[in-house]
């Protein structure tokens, strides 16, 4: 556990010390902000690494193992209706959970003007996710070819496009980018991982890592279906 905690920590200050020099440079040579701004930075990064270290730590001895267990468990012992409601489930709770989908609809509220709703897109996003996590899922039971489903995803992308404004397509594809964040990805893929390791012939590279490529088609979509409402 100790050897876990350095090697993390190394990880999360390999990741935040060159941000802080850089923007540390910045400002003493480049734009001389107030102190006072840069002291609140500078706290604020500690702040974020601290942050990022506890977390990653949370996820290695948490989340990514109780994830494995349930999709494994899930499979052995529950029914496939019980599987992709579980997964949907699953899919939509960390999603909603997600801290990048919350900063992604903090911002649309705001430049909308509150005519996009933050918790209305929360919940579009969150459902995608929901349902193509169950559709990920079902795909490896089914020893259905990625390729099929991708195509077909983002073909149903294009032709929602044509019926939304503008301003919802160009959200939906950053939608699609925010729920692979640090509270889904783990989650999810450890839910394939657990699944995948109790099913014969299944490859948990090909069928566990198309997963996450799959979900994030989810937002795209729940977001188009949100435009063609609104719009």
Known sequence: MLEDAKEILLEVLQATVPIIIVISLIQFFIIRTPLELFWQF???AVMITSGLFLFLVGVRTGLLPIGEMIGSELVTKGSLSILLIAAFIFGFVV??????????????????????????L???????????VS????RILLGVPIFYILTAGYILVVLLSFF???EFVAISFDAGG??????????????GVG??????????????FGLIGIASIGPVIGVLILGVIFG
């Open 42 to 44: 500078l706290a604020g």
């Open 95 to 120: 999603t909603v959970a997600e801290p990048d989908v919350r900063v992604l609809a903090h911002n649309v509220d705001f430049a909308s003007e509150g005519a996009i709703e933050a918790n209305i």
């Open 122 to 132: 929360i919940i579009a996003v969150a459902l995608g996710v929901g349902f193509f």
């Open 135 to 138: 559709v990920a899922i079902l």
């Open 164 to 166: 939304v404004p503008e």
């Open 178 to 191: 925010v729920t692979t964040g640090p509270m889904a990805v783990p989650f999810i893929l450890a839910l």
């Open 195 to 208: 699944a995948t390791s109790v099913l014969g012939g299944k490859s948990g590279v090909q069928d566990t």
